[in-house]
């Protein structure tokens, strides 16, 4: 009975060493589009390899485990998907796609590899011969995180350009060196003017780390490994048939999710950043502005603007008329203010202690820079174009006022439209009475000119007197 156990016991310890073996992926092994595409993680849940993108394939990690396959790594995200004919190979010092003009390297290990393994933990690793880690893809995240992975001091997660293209997004999440964890949109400075998250632990030095727990627990550890900022709370369940995962969504929010396996479900949301999706900056592009419809984002062009390209929020607005210069006006043109309650990032070229709209309104009206002005009830800040960052919200007492081109009626023929009812008729009253003043000098001017050159012509050594 205990030979029947002692062979029972090695007959384990063979199969489980073989399982190893086959979780394992020897140098010289190789990945097609067409067959054997992926390398499976022991338990068959992670998959390393080719995955359907646009009209081709692209190479990176998924959940092959889950009905919803899920993206949670992509090698050289911004290169054109690869052909349907592609093949990978695993050389000594990395992974490769053979092309006509040499190798284009996916992977570049640190040294020499003799064998990677796809790990039920998601993280795709090569090591040496001497089981050292050479390379290792939790060390180069793209937009998530998983259980037991880090954001490195310094390092940045970037949101996918949309759900099926997992190219570089417009949105970014930084660890930053000073030791704050912030969101900015992408090609910004780290700046605050720029953010719209911020863990607001500046200050706490270099090498702080975003971490990830098993249970859930986002958070931030600085250089002594002290935990000096909860993210999310943790405490989540712990058992096999759970996942989760921690993502830069395409809106720009991020999120922890999961995933329970025993009933087959979808990602759940266990946490955000915001749950106010126009939060955000840069989801709307410029000169529009966001609003949420039945909590879903929605961007709005400003008042006779149009989309530059339709379906492509971020592509921004443009105007739908044409505007005229200032020492140029059309007689059959005008110009008159829209309001917006709505905010934007202020860059103003000029701020003016106001407190009628009427007076802020015509102030930019008559100020050929001015395309838009804030007003605040105290301050009336003028604008330029483009405007950006813009979003409604209710119940603010900052409203924008936009300047649009609107055609006038054939008989009628004014510059400016006056918004208002205090000062209706002030602006024609206007107009006339400086004309005239204007004719009454030229007048003048001209009989000074034509006097003083008939004296000096007549009387060259003489003064004419009046």
């Given at each position: 009975?205990?030979?029947?156990?002692c062979?029972?016991?090695a007959l384990?310890?063979?199969?489980?060493?073989?399982?190893?073996m086959q979780?394992?992926?020897s140098?010289?092994?190789?990945?097609?589009t067409?067959t054997?595409s992926?390398?499976?993680?022991?338990?068959?849940?992670?998959?390393?390899g080719?995955?359907?993108?646009?009209n081709?394939?692209?190479?990176?990690?998924f959940l092959?485990?889950i009905?919803?396959?899920?993206?949670?790594w992509?090698a050289?995200?911004?290169?054109?998907?690869?052909?349907?004919?592609?093949?990978?190979?695993?050389?000594?010092?990395?992974?490769?796609l053979?092309?006509?003009?040499?190798?284009?390297?996916?992977?570049?290990?640190s040294?020499?590899s003799?064998y990677?393994?796809m790990?039920?933990?998601?993280?795709f690793?090569?090591?040496?011969s001497?089981r050292?880690?050479?390379?290792?893809?939790?060390?180069?995240?793209?937009?998530?995180?998983?259980?037991?992975?880090?954001?490195?001091s310094?390092?940045?997660?970037?949101s996918?350009?949309?759900?099926?293209?997992?190219s570089?997004?417009?949105?970014?999440?930084k660890?930053?060196?000073d030791?704050?964890?912030?969101?900015?949109?992408?090609?910004?400075?780290?700046?605050?003017v720029?953010?719209?998250?911020?863990?607001?632990?500046?200050?706490?030095?270099?090498?702080v780390?975003?971490?990830?727990?098993a249970?859930?627990?986002l958070?931030?550890?600085?250089?002594n490994?002290s935990?000096?900022?909860?993210?999310?709370?943790?405490?989540?369940?712990?058992?096999?048939?759970?996942l989760?995962?921690?993502?830069?969504?395409v809106?720009?929010?991020?999120?922890?999710?999961s995933?329970d396996?025993?009933?087959?479900?979808?990602?759940?949301?266990?946490?955000e950043?915001?749950k106010?999706?126009?939060?955000?900056?840069?989801?709307c592009g410029?000169?529009?502005?966001c609003?949420l419809?039945d909590?879903?984002?929605?961007?709005?062009?400003l008042?006779?603007?149009?989309s530059?390209?339709?379906g492509?929020?971020?592509?921004g607005?443009?105007r739908?008329?044409?505007?005229?210069?200032?020492i140029?006006?059309n007689?059959?043109?005008?110009y008159?203010?829209?309001e917006?309650?709505?905010t934007?990032?202020?860059?103003?070229y000029m701020?003016?202690?106001l407190?009628?709209?009427?007076?802020?309104?015509?102030?930019?009206?008559?100020?050929?820079?001015?395309?838009?002005?804030?007003?605040?009830?105290?301050n009336?800040?003028?604008?330029?174009l483009?405007?950006?960052?813009?979003?409604?919200?209710d119940?603010?007492s900052f409203i924008?006022?936009?300047?649009?081109?609107?055609p006038?009626k054939p008989?009628?023929d004014?510059r400016i439209?006056?918004?208002g009812s205090?000062k209706?008729?002030?602006?024609?009253i206007?107009i006339?009475?400086?004309?005239?003043?204007?004719?009454?000098h030229?007048?003048?001017d001209?009989?000074?000119?034509?006097v003083e050159?008939q004296?000096?012509?007549i009387?060259?050594n003489?003064?004419?007197?009046?």
């Open positions: 009975m205990a030979c029947m156990a062979l029972l016991l384990a310890f063979v199969a489980a060493e073989a399982q190893q979780s394992n992926i140098r010289g092994s190789s990945l097609t067409t054997n992926t390398w499976l993680s022991r338990s068959g849940l992670y998959a390393f080719f995955y359907r993108q646009g081709g394939y692209a190479v990176g990690i092959a485990g009905p919803q396959k899920t993206v949670v992509t050289n995200r911004d290169d054109p998907p690869v052909s349907n004919n592609a093949t990978l190979l695993f050389k000594g010092d990395g992974l490769a053979p092309t006509a003009e040499g190798q284009n390297y996916l992977v570049k290990s040294g020499s003799s990677a393994s790990l039920d933990s998601g993280n690793v090569l090591y040496n001497g050292e880690i050479v390379w290792q893809s939790f060390d180069h995240p793209t937009d998530t995180l998983l259980p037991g992975q880090r954001l490195l310094g390092n940045e997660l970037f996918a350009n949309s759900e099926a293209d997992h570089t997004g417009i949105f970014r999440l660890m930053q060196n030791g704050n964890l912030v969101q900015y949109p992408v090609d910004t400075p780290d700046t605050s720029y953010s719209f998250y911020s863990s607001f632990t500046d200050g706490e030095g270099e090498n780390t975003l971490n990830f727990g249970d859930g627990h958070y931030l550890l600085n250089r490994g935990n000096i900022r909860n993210i999310t709370d943790g405490g989540l369940p712990t058992d096999e048939g759970k989760y995962l921690m993502r830069i969504d809106g720009g929010i991020f999120r922890l999710y995933h396996l025993k009933k087959n479900a979808i990602w759940s949301v266990e946490w950043s915001s106010d999706k126009c939060i955000p900056k840069g989801l410029l000169n529009s502005y609003v419809i909590l879903e984002p929605d961007c709005k062009c008042p006779r603007f149009k530059v390209n339709q492509n929020q971020t592509s607005c443009e739908n008329f044409v505007a005229d210069a200032c140029n006006r007689e059959n043109f005008t008159t203010m829209e917006l309650e709505s934007w990032e202020d860059d103003s701020s003016l202690r407190s009628d709209k009427d007076d802020c309104i015509q102030g930019c009206l008559e100020d050929c820079d001015c395309e838009a002005v804030f007003f605040d009830g105290t009336c800040r003028k604008q330029r483009p405007l950006r960052y813009g979003r409604r919200v119940g603010i924008a006022l936009i300047k649009v081109g609107v006038t008989d009628t004014p439209v006056q918004l205090k209706k008729g002030r602006t024609d206007l006339i009475g400086l004309s005239f003043t204007a004719l009454i030229f007048v003048l001209f009989r000074d000119c034509v050159t004296c000096l012509g009387y060259k003489e003064r004419c007197e009046w």
